[in-house]
Nanobody, 124 residues
Framework: QVQLVESGGGLVQAGGSLRLSCAASGRTFSGYTMGWFRQAPGKEREFVGG????????TYADSVKGRFTISRDNAKNTVYLQMNSLKPEDTAVYYC?????????????????WGQGTPVTVSS
């Protein structure tokens, strides 16, 4: 089992930046594939990006490609989501998730462990 706690959300103006952190505890963090998802009001949870356990694979949703960057520090048991050039449509609750699958899937059903979420609001 792994426990995940997100932080770093808040209110930012369009064009601004935020960095979200996800601290993991429990089982060896480096063995998990990590993902970031978001859920806006009235919408389904959607994949934002993810990084494989070996740091060799990273993928992003088209909507955030070029603006968001995921990194992970296995020594600190932490994964980050750097969000730049934020847009009002990025407003959502952002969730960190961990998967035991070796492959990086984009479906939330492939991730068995979730944080509580951190809200991000981008004002226009």
């Amino acid at each position: 089992q792994v426990q995940l706690v997100e932080s770093g959300g808040g209110l930012v103006q369009a064009g601004g930046s935020l960095r979200l952190s996800c601290a993991a505890s429990g089982r060896t963090f480096s063995g998990y594939t990590m993902g970031w998802f978001r859920q806006a009001p009235g919408k389904e949870r959607e994949f934002v990006g993810g990084k494989g356990w070996s740091n060799s694979v990273t993928t992003y949703a088209d909507s955030v490609k070029g603006r968001f960057t995921i990194s992970r520090d296995n020594a600190k048991n932490t994964v980050y989501l750097q969000m730049n050039s934020l847009k009002p449509e990025d407003t959502a609750v952002y969730y960190c998730a961990a998967s035991t699958y070796t492959l990086l899937y984009t479906s939330p059903t492939r991730f068995g462990f979730w944080g509580q979420g951190t809200p991000v609001t981008v004002s226009s």
